[in-house]
């Protein structure tokens, strides 16, 4: 085996091998700025994000450095940046949160775990092949639930920027007791965390290459030690561990892993969705390829060793890569500067956080989540008129009265509806031929297409299974039963059904039957391949006769032409 045969191999599993021969001076430089910049935007994320989930700032920064560095062995993407979610804290908040009885070490512990279920979920998802599952999640509903996680993420900040009591309940709830707390409101609290906000926003638009969380991390902690905010009544993130984590394995009871595995099974459908949807963006940017199963493969070993590591749960978010990207990353090196970047300030700089304000952090993580709450593509889906937009709405308002976990569910059955939905019931077209032409298309679309005498041409515009069989056998009868001309023969196109299901195929053997009663042929036209084999291994080919399989549809007519015609000339005269 030749070493570029075996770099190929090895690149299959450890994509490293591809892309490490291929650094240059000039990329590597790049890459380490554009890892400093990074992890100027990770530090104060990932304590930020860590306060959502509910855990110490420092687990955050645990699950960034193990997140970043493990992924960048791992990963196909050359730009994702493997760290702690908002969307995932908040789900794991949620999940965890009735679990740890207010003992703060186990809800770390049960975090940890969380991280370690979901890494040996995404493991078993690329083991058998499970990318695609991702898929299932429609764009219209993953908007309406991620418009949804940011509103709650952000009402959730909303009592650290007023300097009050955190509400209990759902959304509205909280809602309600942030506006009747309001004349509780702490001046010197709002004035720190408006003037964060202000800072973060100004400078995402004049200068959106400089971390703005980063900047107001430090102006943050001048600014409360120069004026003593912590004696004013503002609270601080106060100690924070020092050091590299310790590694092992989390300790909780057997009894609590089924709802920390279900709950991993809700959140790891959104961290992948999430994953892939900024791996591909940036791939398709700098024209390489992503490899779903293999990412599934490296986020999987990231929350693995995030687990390990007393983290939680990590995943490809968009604004951590689209930072990476523009600072100029051509290779995950910049991922491993950051992580190492990371692991010097659990070392060195943690002290330096203990007067952090934590308005601060509850600024950060609203900049952070406002971008999700994408109104301008609501209103795009209004202006489309497909529907879309009440299917996003049910899936944003599922999230705010049901809450995260739940509302997700929502979510996937929503699409799974729909799904349902729009392939049970395509619609079906009678087609006709243009003048002068072998093209078939939709009569109602173009009224110019002339119908074949003595023929039905029908067209299933969607796959022909189970969900549908009867109703397009329905569609066939009434078309025959309201035809103004007689009728002689049905043809059936088949060229969007790549397979058939038994319950399709009995319904066309019942079809069949029935129309040759009423003496009229059934034929076929764009029989493909599995779906003629099929045909073949039930015997329903040789009851058909092949010759009532055609390859293309005017074959079908041409035969059909010349046996009218035949027939006609037989008819005796008067």
Not at 197 to 210: H, N, V, W
Not at 244 to 258: D, M, N, T
Not at 559 to 572: D, I, Q, V
């Amino acid at each position: 085996m030749g070493a570029e045969e075996s770099r190929r191999k090895w690149s299959r599993y450890l994509p490293i091998a591809e892309w490490w021969p291929s650094c240059s001076a000039t990329t590597l430089r790049a890459d380490v700025i554009a890892g400093i910049a990074l992890a100027g935007l990770l530090v104060p994320e990932g304590m930020a994000y860590a306060g959502i989930a509910g855990v110490p700032p420092q687990m955050g920064l645990y699950s960034a450095a193990a997140g970043l560095l493990v992924y960048a062995l791992f990963g196909s993407s050359r730009q994702l940046a493997v760290t702690p979610t908002s969307g995932s804290a908040a789900m794991l908040a949620v999940l965890v949160g009735p679990l740890a009885l207010g003992d703060p070490a186990h809800y770390a512990a049960l975090a940890s775990a969380t991280a370690l279920l979901a890494g040996l979920l995404f493991l078993l998802g690329s083991l058998f092949k499970l990318g695609f599952v991702a898929e299932f999640i429609s764009k219209p509903v993953l908007k309406g639930f991620v418009f949804g996680l940011a509103l709650t993420i952000m009402v959730k900040q909303a009592p650290k920027m007023l300097g009050i009591e955190r509400g209990q309940g759902d959304f509205f709830d909280q809602v309600w007791h942030i506006l009747t707390s309001l004349g509780e409101t702490h001046l010197w609290t709002l004035a720190v965390g408006i003037v964060t906000l202000a800072i973060t926003f100004l400078m995402g638009s004049y200068l959106p290459r400089i971390p703005s969380a980063l900047v107001v991390l430090v102006l943050g902690i001048l600014t409360a030690g120069q004026f003593q905010l912590h004696a004013k009544g503002v609270e601080i993130v106060g100690s924070i561990q020092t050091g590299i984590p310790h590694f092992g394995i989390p300790l909780v009871s057997r009894a609590e892993l089924p709802d920390l595995f279900a709950g991993a099974m809700g959140i790891v459908l959104i961290v992948v969705s999430e994953a892939l949807a900024a791996g591909r963006t940036f791939a398709a940017k700098y024209r390489y390829e992503i490899t779903p199963n293999q990412e599934l493969a490296a986020i999987g070993a990231a929350n693995l060793a995030s687990g390990l590591s007393q983290g939680f749960i990590v995943g490809g978010g968009m604004s951590g890569t689209a930072a990476n990207a523009a600072g100029g990353a051509k290779t995950p090196v910049s991922s491993i500067t950051a992580s190492l970047l990371v692991l010097l300030t659990l070392l060195f700089l943690m002290p330096l956080f203990q007067n952090l304000p934590e308005a601060v952090l509850g600024a950060i993580v609203i900049h952070a989540v406002w971008h999700l709450a994408d109104i301008q593509e609501l209103r795009r889906l209004t202006q489309l008129r497909t529907g879309s937009i009440w299917v996003a709405l049910t899936a944003l308002g599922g999230v705010l009265m049901f809450g995260i976990l739940r509302g997700l569910i929502l979510a996937v059955a929503l699409t799974l509806v729909v799904l349902m939905k729009r392939v049970s019931a395509p619609n079906d077209s009678l087609l006709g031929r243009l003048p002068g032409s072998n093209v078939y298309v939709d009569t109602e679309r173009y009224p110019e297409a002339e119908l074949i005498p003595g023929l039905l041409i029908v067209r299933p515009n969607g796959p022909l299974f189970f969900a549908n069989a009867n109703r397009i056998k329905n569609r066939v009868r009434t078309l025959f039963k309201e035809s103004p001309r007689p009728i002689q023969s049905i043809l059936l196109d088949l060229g969007t059904s790549p397979e058939i299901d038994v319950t399709s195929l009995d319904m066309l053997r019942d079809l069949r039957k029935e129309l040759k009663e009423s003496e009229v042929e059934l034929s076929f036209a764009r029989v493909l391949g599995p779906v003629r084999d099929l045909f073949q291994r039930s015997g329903f080919l040789s009851d058909l006769g092949a010759e009532k399989v055609f390859l293309v549809i005017h074959q079908a007519v041409d035969a059909h032409l010349k046996k009218r015609l035949a027939n006609e000339a037989e008819r005796p005269p008067g």
